[in-house]
């Protein structure tokens, strides 16, 4: 068995459980996940099964959107609801507008430092672990990318916001950030992913069909699908066998976009021979006009 399963992750669950429920409804040790989630958020959560799980990068790279809830007036330790409260502040008269204006000064490339509460490691230790310690340590901003953040509703104190960012985006540090630009702090105290790549709530797998076997896992061609699929002919399939890049003129049809892609899939017969980059000025390759980055001779 090889594909992907898009879940419908439960709060007070966490990922690794969620792959562990995998692992014995699928009968295979081989389960990976693209994408943390932490217990207290809920939604999409992809796993790639048996040999899929090399292709999971490919996933973990796409947009991801979410639902969140933010608390005016309150700071936390891990910036969320699980965390222990830092500090309590007045909250000032903020109109929609204002708090509009506010988010929208999120949006597009922004800096952001990581929480304490993650799992990247300073020296091999995780930070959570540093945290829970009551230590802190200097963490170096990363660049991430919010495409679009939008103020859905509210309801006295908490703010609905609906956001799409790029991978490696905190939520909870997102939360945080807009309640000190507003002046009285926030937490987040629900999170929701909606959509990661292509898959969207539609798609969701949820624990109790997991558990009873119903569901279907997606095949490889079908969970890379934002990626474009080439058809190879006998000769350019006998060549990857071997493990030899093919030819422009082993695929059956190609336009100038394939010829330009960054990554494409080689497939043959609805099944993945390979994930490979377009080189046809042979800077990388001079073997074929294709650099491969991961090869399945069987296909899978």
Do not use: W
Not at 52 to 62: D, F, M, N, P, V
Not at 125 to 148: D, S, T
Request: glycine residues 8%; contains cysteine.
């Amino acid at each position: 068995m090889h594909g992907f399963l898009a879940l419908d992750k439960p709060e007070g669950i966490s990922s690794h459980a969620m792959v562990q429920a995998v692992r014995r409804a699928c009968g295979t040790r081989r389960v990976g996940h693209a994408g943390t989630l932490d217990p207290i958020a809920t939604g999409v959560l992809l796993v790639g099964i048996g040999h899929a799980t090399r292709l999971i990068e490919y996933l973990t790279a796409q947009r991801k959107s979410y639902r969140a809830t933010m608390r005016l007036g309150m700071i936390t330790d891990s910036q969320d609801i699980t965390g222990s409260t830092l500090e309590t502040r007045d909250i000032p008269q903020i109109t929609h507008e204002q708090l509009k204006t506010v988010c929208a000064e999120f949006e597009g490339e922004i800096d952001q430092v990581p929480p304490m509460f993650s799992a990247l490691k300073k020296n091999g230790i995780p930070l959570y672990r540093l945290a829970r310690k009551g230590e802190e340590v200097e963490r170096q901003k990363r660049q991430i990318n919010i495409y679009r953040i939008s103020l859905d509703a509210r309801k006295g104190d908490d703010v609905v916001l609906d956001v799409e960012c790029s991978k490696g985006t905190y939520i909870r540090t997102l939360c945080h950030d807009i309640g000190l630009k507003l002046g009285c702090g926030a937490c987040m105290t629900q999170l929701r992913r909606t959509g990661s790549g292509n898959f969207t709530s539609a798609d969701l797998t949820n624990i109790e069909m997991l558990r009873n076997g119903n569901f279907t896992v997606m095949s490889p061609v079908e969970g890379l699908a934002h990626l474009s699929q080439l058809q190879l002919n006998p000769e350019g399939r006998e060549r990857l066998r071997n493990g030899i890049p093919p030819q422009a003129q082993h695929i059956s049809c190609m336009d100038e976009t394939d010829r330009n892609a960054q990554l494409v899939l080689l497939c043959d017969a609805g099944k993945l021979i390979a994930v490979a980059s377009p080189d046809f000025t042979h800077q990388q390759e001079p073997r074929g006009d294709f650099k491969l980055h991961k090869v399945f001779p069987d296909g899978i």
